[in-house]
């Protein structure tokens, strides 16, 4: 659980977020803060200076009236509920792979959990150390801190949980229904959206630390990437047909990641993993190719089994399991 204290400025943005559209009176404020009103007055205006503007009216109080359309950390920590209260959150304006950042802050001991966001990486990156095209702002690059008390083989379901539930928050706020393509690519159609890179150091038996990273492509127009990108890559406004509201979609995706994390932790989230794999599964059913190194085994995708495996079934009919590889999709016989 984290000890820090709130800052005046987030008391402040809860309290005018909780009475929205409405008021809320300057001495409400101060007495909330234990300050003057002209110290919250002095509040107010270093959030003026990040974006916001109020509506100051006499014997009322103030009310919101505009938010700052870009990431804002304030923003974000107001719209978090619950336990995603105790996630410390790092918004920087450029780093080169939040990855590298949480796995640095992990090293020296911070405390977790914690959400390290960049509005740009110059180094982002994939699975097999493929370079995530990170330079445009609009989109989400953030990796997560945790030190579970779990052992390694535990983690073999993390990714596709975290997968899964990334999944369900998107089609709820950009309303049109991704898939996962096992087992860390979040898709609509043929074309990327999303990906989740989860990153453990293992002492021994036990796992020291981990870090999982989710890059989503958000509000940054897809033409704007390199050619061969563009036509493989959406966004979830394309998708949407609409901007999407960035700073309540990153503060919904620390709820929902601290949230599966608990419930992974817990071990309750085998109660609904099955089904909800099953829905967003993009797979079952398709003629793919698992690549492992040299190798290449095809057929045909029927799930996963309790361990997050990969099944396929040969053309022999026997079902064969993977924990490793990358998938392709093949040209359907029918
Ligand atoms: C993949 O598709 O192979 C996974 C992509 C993961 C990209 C995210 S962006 C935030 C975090 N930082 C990184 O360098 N990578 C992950």
Redesign the pocket.
């Given at each position: 659980m984290s000890s820090h204290s709130p800052s005046s400025e987030l008391v402040i943005l809860r309290e005018l977020l909780a009475h929205d559209p409405g008021f809320v009176s300057g001495s409400k404020l101060a007495d909330k803060l234990g300050v003057s009103r002209v110290a919250v007055w002095q509040h107010m205006e270093k959030l003026r200076a990040q974006g916001f503007a109020f509506h100051a009216v006499r014997a009322r109080g103030y009310r919101l009236t505009r938010r700052p359309a870009g990431l804002n950390a304030t923003f974000v920590e107001a719209l978090l509920h619950g336990r995603a209260q105790d996630c410390q959150l790092v918004l920087l304006d450029e780093i080169d792979?939040?990855?590298d950042e949480a796995s640095r802050q992990l090293g020296s001991g911070r405390e977790v959990p914690f959400v390290v966001i960049a509005r740009r990486?110059t180094r982002?990156?994939?699975?097999f150390g493929?370079t995530?095209h990170?330079d445009k702002v609009g989109n989400i690059?953030?990796?997560f801190g945790f030190r579970p008390l779990l052992s390694p083989e535990r983690m073999q379901t993390f990714t596709l949980w975290m997968g899964v539930n990334v999944c369900e928050l998107v089609s709820t706020f950009s309303k049109s229904v991704p898939g996962l393509k096992w087992p860390?690519?979040l898709l609509f159609g043929g074309r990327k959206a999303g990906?989740?890179?989860t990153e453990a150091r293992i002492d021994s038996d036990q796992i020291r630390d981990l870090v999982f990273?989710?890059?989503l492509n958000v509000n940054a127009a897809s033409d704007s990437w390199p050619a061969e990108i563009g036509r493989r890559a959406t966004t979830l406004a394309e998708e949407a047909q609409a901007p999407l509201d960035l700073n309540r979609f990153t503060a919904a995706l620390i709820d929902r990641v601290l949230a599966a994390y608990d419930q992974f932790v817990a071990g309750t989230y085998r109660e609904n993993f099955a089904d909800l794999w099953h829905r967003f599964d993009l797979l079952r059913g398709k003629n793919v190719a698992v690549l492992q190194g040299a190798c290449r085994f095809a057929g045909t995708a029927a799930g996963i089994d309790d361990e997050g495996s990969l099944l396929l079934r040969d053309d022999g009919g026997r079902l064969q399991r993977f924990r490793a590889g990358e998938v392709t999709l093949e040209k359907n016989a029918s």
């Open positions: 792979s939040t990855n990486q982002g990156r994939g699975r493929r995530w990170s690059y953030a990796s860390n690519d990906g989740m890179l990273g989710v890059g």
